[in-house]
């Protein structure tokens, strides 16, 4: 328990209404002493307060610290007896090797592109066939068309994409008790892409867009984010043909917003880059934003250049049309043999394990097809001078010998005591 | 002249369940600190030294073979681990164990196990021996005679659809394994012994009757 400082000890003593002296200076009465007497009484004990809290956090920090150590040296203690044990182990029999630091390369990142759609299963960049599905439920319709690659009753049928129409104003969908589907499209990708107080896609020089059309994928599709400069679609109508890209090949300096990089789309061919570099002034179609794999279009400028209808105004009696109009659009490209294009891109971090299997080691195995009899005999004479293996399979273990980790060969890698071998593994995460 | 080939191989990883596990539970549990060689799909049987065309010829169908993926079920990777020799040895260390076939009669019946390592002096006497059991309904396993070093290793695995059920991994250099009661049947499972050193392994059937009226203790 702490102790009063002797200023107070030795100072005033309230003895009621009347003046003493004491240690704190001239004649006070004894409402102001009391006064006086509680601030100093208080700055006192905040001072032994912080004395005693500095106190325990420093007795705490060390109590950690004593710890932490304690834990350090025994993990240290633990691996320098495994290694000592093994190392003993070397001369004679075992089946584990220590990683050397060196071996060990952690957070190797690296960035990995494949094709965006599927294909009886397999990854393709390309796509040209494109599907609705009848099973699709009127009311998401309504908001979203979902674009399969194979008609939906086949096993390897998946979304690829999916399409939405979106309208400022609400037009476009048949509205019902004050819900209108396109508004609330329009509304949900201007808030997930535009700043707080935007309330309109501006593309280029229009700063007054109204109607879009939003082109996004699905996330096992896209896994990171879409590619940029390496998707193109091809939308076609009566009488035109119109093939999108975004321009990141001629950005030098990318816009980043809230949504990430963006992209304006322009015409173009992954092929032959932009078209801008023929055709002035450019024409802004629409902005694409590859890290959360949305494409949005000007759906008015869609509708006019690649020459089909859209349902606009306040007139619709049905939802749902005008998503089925881009569908249509692009998909009388696929039938015209213009694909749809894209990759995805996701980062990999991997560490890297190098395995060095010098011409000593693992030569003689303990899979029962390499002795016979019951004692343990190797199986063939020419073994006993000249044993050869095959391991197939790489276990990555703790100090536990727990199998954390299996890489397994192609093919069964020869061994014997003359070969070496130098196996690179590869973890993701 | 040709160039000498300096390259490695280069292979894919997967994580195991055990390994996902530790990933998932973090504080550093994931840590892979060594290696070991498995042939588990090799059939030496393949190996034909009286092939018409010479030695260069002995391993050739064992060497175009396709392998398999990895699973990754720890209990399923890695049962045939190559394991270093001086040259000139003519036997492979093996595992031994009194008998392969244990028989508990009634709920509490102790069996003990007590491995041994043939063809290598001292063989295993360091790191002991990795018993398994594959069900943990049949009886409980426990060691007897631990290791000091601290691998206490847990390698748990769902037995069919029962979650109940698991197998059972202890480290030490002999096991008592000890009855449960079985009320409906007679319950037949295994003990894997594996050496954590030379890596040999045996495999011992165990069986616990079903209770009857002359078994059952009071």
């Given at each position: ?233 091809n939308v076609s109508g009566?009488?035109?043909q ?60 869609l509708r006019?250049?690649a020459s089909f ?16 109009a881009l569908w249509k659009a692009i998909s009388g490209s ?96 | ?218």
């Amino acid at each position: 328990m702490a102790t009063l400082p002797t200023s107070l000890e030795s100072g005033l003593v309230n003895s009621g209404d009347v003046t003493q002296p004491g240690g704190i200076g001239g004649e006070v009465s004894t409402s102001n002493l009391d006064a006086v007497i509680s601030a100093q009484a208080q700055d006192m004990a905040k001072q032994i307060i912080a004395q005693q809290t500095l106190s325990n956090q420093v007795s705490f920090n060390n109590a950690v610290r004593t710890e932490a150590l304690k834990i350090a040296d025994a993990i240290v203690q633990e691996r320098q007896n495994r290694e000592r044990i093994l190392k003993q182990l070397e001369s004679t029999g075992r089946i584990y090797t220590l990683f050397d630091v060196t071996e060990i390369v952690p957070n190797v990142v690296s960035t990995e592109s494949e094709g965006m759609f599927s294909i009886n299963g397999t990854g393709t960049g390309s796509l040209d066939a494109f599907y609705t599905s009848s099973d699709q439920s009127s009311t998401t319709k309504a908001y979203y068309l979902d674009v399969y690659n194979e008609v939906t009753s086949s096993a390897t049928s998946e979304v690829q994409f999916v399409i939405a129409y979106g309208n400022r104003l609400g037009s476009g969908s048949l509205v019902e008790n004050g819900d209108s589907p396109t508004k609330a499209i329009y509304s949900q990708f201007r808030n997930i892409l535009l700043t707080p107080g935007d309330t309109q896609f501006t593309m280029g020089d229009d700063t007054n867009i109204n109607e879009i059309f939003v082109v996004s994928f699905p996330r096992i599709r896209m896994k990171e984010k879409l590619d940029p400069g390496n998707w193109e679609i091809n939308v076609s109508g009566s009488t035109r043909q119109i093939r999108l890209i975004d321009d990141s090949d001629a950005t030098v300096n990318v816009t980043v917003n809230e949504a990430g990089r963006v992209f304006n789309v322009v015409s173009g061919t992954i092929a032959n880059l932009t078209d801008a570099e023929i055709y002035s002034p450019t024409t802004y179609y629409g902005l694409a934003y590859p890290d959360l794999g949305i494409i949005i279009l000007d759906a008015q400028k869609l509708r006019i250049s690649a020459s089909f209808a859209l349902v606009s105004g306040s007139g619709s009696t049905d939802n749902g049309v005008n998503q089925y109009a881009l569908w249509k659009a692009i998909s009388g490209s696929g039938y015209n043999n213009y694909d749809f294009l894209a990759r995805n891109e996701q980062k990999i971090n991997s560490t890297y394990y190098y395995v060095h299997v010098k011409n000593s080691e693992y030569n003689y195995s303990n899979n029962p097809t390499f002795i016979t009899g019951s004692v343990g005999d190797l199986k063939y004479q020419d073994f006993i001078d000249d044993p050869i293996v095959y391991p197939t399979s790489v276990g990555l273990y703790n100090d536990r010998n727990e199998l954390l980790a299996i890489a397994k060969l192609s093919q069964p890698l020869k061994k014997s005591f003359e070969l070496e071998a130098n196996i690179r593994v590869r973890l993701d995460f | 002249m040709k160039f000498l080939d300096n390259s490695s191989i280069v292979v894919d990883a997967i994580l195991t369940k055990k390994g996902r596990e530790l990933l998932a539970r973090g504080f550093g549990e994931f840590n892979i600190t060594q290696w070991a060689l498995a042939d588990d799909e090799v059939d030496y049987d393949l190996w034909n030294p009286t092939h018409p065309q010479g030695s260069d010829y002995y391993g050739i169908q064992i060497e175009n073979m396709p392998l398999l993926e990895a699973t990754p079920d720890e209990t399923q990777s890695m049962k045939y681990k190559l394991v270093t020799l001086k040259k000139k040895t003519s036997r492979i260390p093996i595992i031994t164990v009194g008998s392969t076939s244990i028989t508990l009669t009634a709920e509490g019946d102790v069996a003990r196990i007590v491995p041994n390592t043939s063809n290598f002096a001292n063989g295993n006497k360091m790191l002991g021996y990795t018993a398994i059991l594959s069900d943990s309904d049949l009886c409980d396993i426990y060691t007897v005679d631990p290791v000091t070093l601290n691998t206490e290793a847990t390698i748990p695995r769902f037995v069919s659809d029962s979650e109940a059920a698991h197998s059972v991994s202890v480290i030490g250099y002999s096991f008592e394994v000890r009855a449960k009661k079985q009320i409906l049947a007679d319950k037949v499972g295994t003990v894997t012994i594996i050496g954590n050193e030379t890596g040999g392994r045996v495999l011992i059937t165990v069986t616990a009757l079903q209770e009857t009226t002359a078994t059952i203790r009071t």
